[in-house]
């Protein structure tokens, strides 16, 4: 499995690269997300890095609904991601990965709705990110939250395998639109 997972990596990462370099496509939120998005609740949105999607037309549609957004953040592979209160206007430190996050000092927030960013995902909504286990093990800890990954639509793969701590997607957008759960 590990094995496998190495190397399904590796091709999404290209494909997410090629996709990024030739497109210039925008991740819109689709009414059924906007629906999601009651005033106070919070988001948990992402910095984009390289060529992962942009989440950020989500993150302003949360804001002006009247959600809080927060972002993660993380300090080695051993110690569990939180995600910290973060508004427009706030700044973003240098951090882990070369990831850029809020202050550590933040305040940390209970998620209602985690934007994921994902390497890959399938129509079962299973999920691949970078393999450190950070939102298994968020996905774990906050198990009410709404799961959304996003992600390019060239990130689709015809099965994603896997392991019994994987916790599947409750939807994925994409710059085509929303894909939530059918039955396979
Ligand atoms: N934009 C964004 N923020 C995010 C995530 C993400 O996937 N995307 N995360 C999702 O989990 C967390 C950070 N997770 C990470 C997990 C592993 C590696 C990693 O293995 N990095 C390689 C170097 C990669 C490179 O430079 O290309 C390494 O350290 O060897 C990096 C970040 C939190 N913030
Ligand atoms: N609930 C959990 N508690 C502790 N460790 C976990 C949990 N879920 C996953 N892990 C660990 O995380 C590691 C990475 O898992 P996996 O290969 O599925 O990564 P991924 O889903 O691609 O990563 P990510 O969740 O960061 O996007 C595994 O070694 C696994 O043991």
Redesign the pocket.
Known sequence: MTQEKHALRARLRADRDKFAAEASAAICAPDALLAKFHPGRVVTS?????S?ADPSLLAAAALERGCRIA????VD?ATP?RFLAWQPGDVLVAG????L?PDAAMPDCIPDIIL????GFDRRLNRI???????DRAFARFENALRIGVAWSVQEAPAIPADIWDVPLHAVITERGMICHEEP
Not at 129 to 135: E, L, V
Request: no cysteine; aromatic share 14%; net charge neutral.
């Open positions: 992402y910095m984009p890095v390289g992962e972002l993660p953040h993380v592979r991601m882990a990965f070369g990831l996050q994921t960013p994902l390497l990110g970078q393999g450190a286990g950070f939102y």
